[in-house]
C-alpha cells in the first residue's frame, strides 16, 4: 500500500477508533495478503506510516458480503470481476493472513 | 460478519475490484464508508 494511503488508514482508524472495518477489493491471493497484514499487524516493508503499527481491524474482502448487497447492486459493481478473477485463491490468502494475525 | 451498521474502509485495487465499486456495495450493504481508495500494485 503506499505511504499516503498508509497515512490515510491510520488517520481514519484513529478518529473512529474500532469500530472501522477494512473491506478489500483485491485481485489475487498476494495482494490480499500484503493489504491485509498492513491494515492488522502494520506495514510489512516497514516503510511506511503503518510501519509497526498494528491496527488490528477486521479485514473482508468484497466477495465475502455478497449476501448482504442487493444482487444487482453486487452484479454491477462486482459481478464480472469476480467471474474473472481466482475467487477461491484470493479467500485462501486472506484465510492465511488472519490465521498469521492470529499467532 | 454483518456490515451493517459499521464503519468501513474500501480499500479497491486497480487490477480487482475498485474502490468506489467497494465502497458502493458497503453502502448497499447498510455500513457507512469512511475512506475510499483504490490502490495500484505494480
Known amino acids: 500500500m503506499g505511504l499516503e494511503d498508509q497515512a490515510a488508514v491510520k488517520r481514519v482508524a484513529d478518529e473512529h477508533g474500532s469500530g472501522v472495518v477494512v473491506l478489500l477489493g483485491t485481485p489475487d491471493a498476494e495482494s490480499t495478503q500484503t493489504l491485509a497484514q498492513t491494515v492488522v499487524v502494520g506495514d510489512p516493508s516497514y516503510a511506511g506510516p503503518l510501519a509497526g503499527v498494528p491496527l488490528g481491524l477486521p479485514v473482508l474482502h468484497v466477495f465475502e458480503v455478497r449476501d448482504q448487497v442487493p444482487v444487482d447492486v453486487y452484479e454491477a459493481q462486482v459481478g464480472l470481476m469476480e467471474m474473472s478473477l481466482d475467487r477461491d485463491a484470493i479467500l485462501a490468502g486472506l484465510r492465511e493472513a488472519r490465521r498469521v494475525a492470529a499467532t | ?42
Open chain 2, 1 to 42: 460478519m454483518e456490515l451493517r451498521g459499521k464503519k468501513v474502509i474500501a480499500l479497491g485495487e486497480r487490477d480487482g475490484v475498485p474502490g468506489p465499486a467497494v465502497a458502493e456495495c458497503a453502502r448497499r450493504a447498510g455500513a457507512e464508508v469512511v475512506l475510499t481508495l483504490t490502490a495500484c500494485f505494480v
